[in-house]
């Protein structure tokens, strides 16, 4: 599997990210700084955690415009697995790939911890490797991560199993206090239709090695380079 990691003034986490990848795939992915227009040819696209631009107007406003975003934007559309992981989430609903916006933490405080969450979808690239109602612990580090849309797209996630994962409690339930930042219906990870881009608030990289205290994220890349390669 070959892998492309895109790098923003601000980002921090596409090291962690391209060391979780290596350890899955054997292949070192390529950093692509986002100033550059084009993409090699890779298999799956991934937009790292961090502070694009510092978080300027909002969180991933300004890394939508970036040179290399059109180019991502034509990819995801074409079918690439492309995957946003905090910041990049935010990113990914700034571009338009995914409905909705992430907003300031209902608690108006960065939340830094480790969460549970519950995997809703198992058919998906991202999520292949887990079992349905699967509860994980993963860490969040956020300001921005209210996910927010209106009544109809809400429902139309419900409806369509776009929803990849949503906060809970350690027993598996989606309640207001096992929720970090307000989120509506406690979601955490979000599938375009296609269910080939997938939004994330926590960080799968940062539960990929045991001397990080778990080991919940490192199926998500396992899974990625299983179905990239089959």
């Given at each position: 599997?070959?892998?492309?990691?895109?790098?923003?003034?601000?980002?921090?986490?596409?090291?962690?990210?391209?060391?979780?990848?290596?350890?899955?795939?054997?292949?070192?992915?390529?950093?692509?700084?986002?100033?550059?227009?084009?993409?090699?040819?890779?298999?799956?696209?991934?937009?790292?955690?961090?502070?694009?631009?510092?978080?300027?107007?909002?969180?991933?406003?300004?890394?939508?415009?970036?040179?290399?975003?059109?180019?991502?934007?034509?990819?995801?559309?074409?079918?690439?697995?492309?995957?946003?992981?905090?910041?990049?989430?935010?990113?990914?609903?700034?571009?338009?790939?995914?409905?909705?916006?992430?907003?300031?933490n209902a608690s108006l405080r960065f939340v830094c911890r480790d969460v549970?969450?519950?995997v809703e979808q198992t058919d998906s690239v991202f999520t292949c490797k887990?079992?349905?109602?699967?509860?994980?612990?993963?860490?969040?580090?956020?300001?921005?991560?209210?996910?927010?849309?209106?009544?109809?797209?809400?429902?139309?996630?419900?409806?369509?199993?776009?929803?990849?994962?949503?906060?809970?409690?350690?027993?598996?339930?989606?309640?207001?206090?096992?929720?970090?930042?307000?989120?509506?219906?406690?979601?955490?990870?979000?599938?375009?239709?296609r269910r080939n881009v997938l939004g994330l608030m926590p960080h799968p990289?940062?539960?990929?090695?045991?001397?990080?205290?778990?080991?919940?994220?490192?199926?998500?890349?396992?899974?990625?380079?299983?179905?990239?390669?089959?």
């Open positions: 599997m070959t892998a492309a990691i895109i790098v923003f003034p601000g980002s921090n986490c596409d090291r962690d990210t391209a060391v979780a990848l290596e350890a899955a795939s054997g292949r070192a992915p390529r950093l692509i700084w986002h100033r550059e227009t084009a993409l090699p040819k890779v298999d799956l696209i991934v937009i790292p955690g961090g502070f694009a631009y510092g978080d300027y107007l909002r969180a991933g406003a300004i890394a939508a415009h970036s040179p290399i975003m059109r180019e991502v934007v034509a990819r995801a559309h074409a079918g690439v697995p492309t995957l946003g992981i905090c910041n990049g989430f935010q990113v990914l609903t700034e571009t338009g790939l995914l409905p909705g916006v992430l907003t300031r549970h969450l519950r887990y079992r349905p109602d699967q509860v994980l612990r993963i860490p969040v580090a956020h300001m921005d991560g209210n996910y927010i849309a209106d009544d109809t797209t809400l429902q139309e996630l419900e409806d369509h199993g776009q929803i990849a994962l949503r906060y809970c409690d350690a027993d598996g339930a989606a309640t207001a206090e096992a929720n970090p930042n307000g989120a509506q219906r406690n979601i955490a990870g979000l599938f375009n239709r990289e940062r539960a990929a090695d045991p001397h990080h205290g778990g080991t919940d994220g490192r199926a998500l890349f396992a899974g990625l380079v299983e179905m990239i390669a089959a």
